[in-house]
């Protein structure tokens, strides 16, 4: 029999679960969901197959509702991902560092999932078959063959695809694989690096004739009617990519073994050392293998001569040639010299050992050192986060400018030193609280790591970055994904540094929404999160009863679009109030997001230079928005993030919200204090100076206060040594009163030099009801001298409350309205519309 032109399969077979043998496969239940592996990107659920042998183990997904291994894979209705290769990891290793592996670029709704073999046959075969008809994909029917043997370092994927439409069908032949950053070819293999090299794990992937399929004939093929083609890959994981090449070329060809060793001039293995290993002619293809414990690098190779570099950070590279024969071992023994390394002690104040940053920026002649990938902790670009205050950092001689940090509220230490080849250079040093903050926890609502999907941030990568740069409170927030990163905080030793509640951030292609606290459901897509829809009050009304009503649940906007949320929701050009009643059905949203503050800027847009600076482009102003429509009686409180999906370049640290709080020790938060003071507008937007804003009655951000006539507003404001503040700015209903603007230039005698940047009581005048914020700055100024050469050192120490209310007459408090002297920005102006209302005089 057959069915859309292909053979119908034997049938399945079912299995009550795991048995001990070399190749075997089953589905994954509740109960043997412990039999999935781990790793830094598993995906795994429950209803997805397992399939091991005894040098791997591989998941495939399951034809289940929404499937995708992360929000990332894909976007769009047809993202779904249902039967591709989610994890695959060297068995015993819990290593999994693949997305998603996606044959002939599978995607979007299949037929069935069937389990063929499970390995128990004669031939001892494992066999998953993925089958999607020609109904369900234009006239093309696909079926894919997962398969596995003992011995094996991977799967064998087989794909046959026929042309059961009336026309020509032009079929990509081609595959891809997700979110792999550091990839290459090697001998006409693919492969893909781990994110971060020192998990050691490396992927390939290559076409191979077996099992009845031909090598592709080009990336893409025209299929007659009736007509079909069968193509086959090998899919390798292993310590390294070179070794992973090398299990795919063994299908392919002869083979001999290269086995380097890498040791020190003491003659102890170098288990940091990598051996890149060039595939032809020097410059052109390389990959490199990764040395172990004994620094042993095993790599199979087609006979040939090759070069190799010996490298590991801090050391002098050594370059060898050697001559590979079939079948043969080829031992090599490479000896680098003595690594240059900084040891660090950093201690705070009462002598403990806290988490900190280092940067090494290059001075003279010296280059840029490159620590690591961006999206790591221990090594990122030339910056180094530790989470804890004892470490060594190797790095290649040379004359370096050294910043140590421990967030804004803690002095610096800096030193410039020069190495030399083989130095061991010291720094123990002290950093000690400057900034006091009593009753306040600096918080961070805002954060992504690899669980997310969109990013690859290693997740406790994510939380050393958190902890190095003072942040004591930031809730769980990978996107459409509930996750709970107490367990890795726990584990890294930080819960004396910082806090979380478990949480998510609801993404979709219009308004996200971050919110916490929820339960997660481990092992099942998206670990049990809700799903995004288009009307934002829908999403708030979700998420408010989500799992269960919780009074204390906090929900905010992220980076909202003011003028569709709130002013024109269909941007049509014509002001329709937006989603009507949205901004009562959350409790907050993001005045700051990672870049520089606007929030003394003076109109609600400005002109700036287009793609290619040819021409200009209207650009929204949402700080100047927000002003003005708190004086429309905008309800949500103004939270400061960084939105932080790398750890250099957009890392954390920056923006913060400094929340109130009946405990100054981050183990002892609790969330629902934080949540309520955060609903209560108790909160203060900061990317550096910690500003203490209150009346002397007491009253503090989001706060209303009774007055008549005038109020005195205490204003005090602290900087750490390596920041700075020269202006302090009173925004009364949003307006910059010019007897409200203190500057060090103009007004010396407010300012201070000490940490101590400015202490005054201010008599605010008032005539009627009024919201008063208060902005402390550096206009002159940046955060350059904590952040070195990372992307958030351009930005200038800002600061300022959420509003206190005061009533100036006793019947409660009224907003007035005053939309600033500009209307409300609606959608689609013009260049030449803004550019008129830009030069109009103030409307009154």
């Not at 991902?81 to 979007?108: H, I, M, V, W």
């Not at 307006?735 to 605010?764: C, H, M, S």
Request: hydrophobic content about 35%; charged content about 20%.
């Amino acid at each position: 029999m057959k069915y859309s032109g292909l053979i119908l399969p034997s049938l399945a077979v079912f299995l009550a679960g795991p048995q001990l043998k070399a190749a075997e496969a089953f589905e994954i239940g509740t109960s043997n969901v412990a039999e999935l592996p781990a790793g830094r990107e598993v995906d795994g659920v429950i209803g997805d197959f397992l399939l091991r042998n005894d040098k791997v183990v591989a998941v495939i997904s399951g034809d289940l509702p929404l499937r995708r291994a992360n929000m990332s894979t894909f976007y769009g209705p047809d993202g779904i991902t249902p039967g591709c290769l989610y994890d695959l990891s060297e068995r015993g290793k819990s290593n999994d560092q693949l997305t998603a592996f996606c044959p002939l670029l599978q995607r979007g709704p299949i037929n069935h999932i069937r389990l063929v073999k499970d390995g128990s046959g004669p031939d001892g075969e494992v066999l998953l078959e993925v089958f999607t008809s020609a109904a369900k994909s234009g006239g093309v029917a696909t079926l894919h063959e997962y398969i596995l043997h003992d011995g094996w370092q991977g799967l064998l994927i087989v794909s046959t695809v026929k042309n059961n439409g009336p026309a020509e069908a032009k079929v990509k032949l081609s595959d891809t694989w997700t979110q792999m950053k550091s990839k290459g070819s090697s001998s006409g293999v693919d492969w893909a690096d781990a994110l971060d090299p020192a998990d050691k794990c490396g992927y390939a992937r290559g076409w191979v004739a077996e099992n009845g399929a031909q090598l592709p004939p080009a990336p893409e093929t025209t299929l007659a009617p009736g007509e079909e083609i069968k193509v086959a890959r090998f899919v390798a994981v292993a310590d390294s990519p070179a070794a992973a090449v090398g299990q795919v070329l063994t299908r392919t060809g002869e083979t001999g073994t290269l086995r380097v060793t890498i040791k020190g001039p003491d003659r102890q293995p170098v288990p940091t050392a990598r051996a890149v290993i060039a595939y032809g002619p020097r410059g052109g293809q390389t990959a490199p293998a990764y040395a172990d414990e004994q620094g042993l690098c095993n790599v199979l190779l087609p006979p040939g001569k090759y070069d190799f570099d010996a490298l590991d950070t801090g050391r002098t590279m050594v370059r060898q040639s050697t001559e590979i024969k079939a079948g043969a071992v080829t031992p090599v023994e490479v000896t680098l010299d003595a690594p240059t390394v900084v040891a660090f002690e950093v201690r705070d104040g009462e002598g403990a050992s806290i988490p900190c940053k280092v940067q090494f920026n290059a001075e003279g002649d010296t280059a840029k050192p490159d620590l690591g990938p961006v999206d790591r902790a221990h090594g990122s670009s030339d910056q180094y986060f530790s989470e804890k205050g004892d470490f060594m950092v190797p790095v290649p001689p040379g004359t370096y400018r050294i910043v140590i940090t421990r967030g804004p509220e803690f002095g610096h230490h800096e030193e410039t030193v020069t190495l030399a080849p083989g130095q061991n250079h010291k720094i123990n040093t002290v950093l000690r609280r400057q900034v006091a903050t009593p009753g306040w926890i600096a918080t961070d609502y805002h954060n992504h790591s690899t669980q997310s999907g969109d990013n690859t941030c290693g997740t406790d990568d994510r939380l050393i970055n958190l902890a190095a740069e003072g942040l004591e409170f930031a809730p769980t927030t990978e996107h459409n994904r509930l996750y709970d990163w107490r367990p890795h905080i726990e584990r890294l030793g930080l819960a004396p540094y910082l806090n979380t509640v478990a949480g998510m951030e609801l993404t979709g292609a219009g308004a996200h929404f971050n919110s916490f606290p929820f339960q997660p459901e481990p092992r099942r897509q998206d670990n049990g999160a809700p799903v995004w829809q288009k009307d934002p009050r829908l999403n708030a009304i979700v998420l408010r009863d989500f799992q269960g009503a919780e009074p204390t649940r906090w929900i905010h906007v992220n980076h909202p679009d003011m003028v569709e949320n709130f002013i024109d929701r269909d941007k049509d050009g014509r002001p329709d109030g937006g989603y009507k009643a949205f901004g009562q059905l959350i409790d907050g949203l993001e005045t700051q997001n990672y870049r520089n503050s606007d929030i003394l800027a003076t109109a609600p847009y400005r002109l700036v230079p287009g793609k290619g600076g040819l021409g200009h482009v209207v650009q929204i102003v949402p700080e100047f928005i927000w002003l003005q429509l708190l004086n429309r009686g905008l309800a949500p409180r103004a939270v400061a993030v960084t939105d932080s999906h790398q750890v250099y370049g957009n890392g954390v640290g920056s923006w913060r919200t400094y929340v109130k709080s009946s405990t100054d020790d981050p183990a002892k938060t609790d969330w629902t204090e934080l949540s309520a003071h955060s609903k209560g507008g108790h909160m203060v937007l900061s990317s550096g100076p910690y500003l203490e804003v209150s009346t002397a009655a007491g009253a503090i951000a989001g706060d209303l206060e009774r007055a008549n006539g005038s109020v005195a507003l205490k204003v005090r404001v602290q900087c750490a040594d390596w920041l700075d503040i020269d202006r302090v700015q009173v925004l009364v209903n949003g307006r910059q009163a010019p007897e409200y603007n203190y500057t060090r230039e103009n007004n010396p005698e407010k300012f201070q030099n000490g940490v101590v940047k400015f202490d005054q009581t201010l008599t605010i005048k008032l005539s009627e009801d009024a919201n008063l914020i208060v902005v402390a700055t550096g206009e002159k100024s940046t955060l350059a001298k904590g952040f070195g050469t990372s992307t958030q050192a351009t930005l200038h120490p800002t600061a300022y409350n959420n509003p206190i209310f005061i009533d100036v007459d006793g019947s409660g408090f009224q907003p007035n309205g005053d939309t600033l002297g500009y209307d409300l920005p609606v959608g689609g102006l013009t260049v030449d519309e803004v550019r008129a209302a830009l030069r109009q005089p103030e409307k009154p």
